[in-house]
């Protein structure tokens, strides 16, 4: 069974680290910022289909909290490519402008 949990030894950064049988398989982090967007700073996993659970758990804890913008600071092409299949962010950009749009919207 894969469980994503979230490391609150770290104080400064959101971290959520995805686990199957006790051995790690992915991780996201992220922060919040000044501005109040959810920044989003590495992604990674073994399969590239986590990605889609990651996401999914650091944008519903920020919207849980009040946060509704979410930025994408991803520099590797490959896993853009991944999250703009997913939906999370549009062909020409890294920002998901709506959280709460993103998560009203049905799963396929």
């Known amino acids: 069974m894969v469980t ?5 030894e770290i104080a400064d950064k959101l971290v959520f680290n995805m686990e199957e049988d006790g051995r ?3 991780g ?3 922060k919040l910022t000044n501005d109040g967007d959810l ?3 590495a992604l990674d ?3 590239e289909l986590y990605y889609d659970g990651l996401c999914r758990t ?3 804890y920020a919207n849980m909290r009040g946060v509704d913008r ?6 590797d092409e490959r896993q853009l490519y991944r999250l703009r299949g997913f939906g999370f962010i549009p062909k ?3 920002v998901l402008d709506s959280i709460t749009d993103f998560f009203s919207k049905e799963c396929s």
């Open 24 to 26: 790690r398989v992915g």
């Open 70 to 75: 979410a930025v994408f600071d991803i520099t």
């Open 4 to 8: 994503i949990l979230r490391d609150t």
């Open 58 to 60: 650091v944008l519903a």
């Open 45 to 47: 996993s073994e399969l």
């Open 39 to 41: 920044l989003i700073t």
């Open 92 to 94: 020409d950009g890294k």
């Open 28 to 30: 996201i982090t992220a």
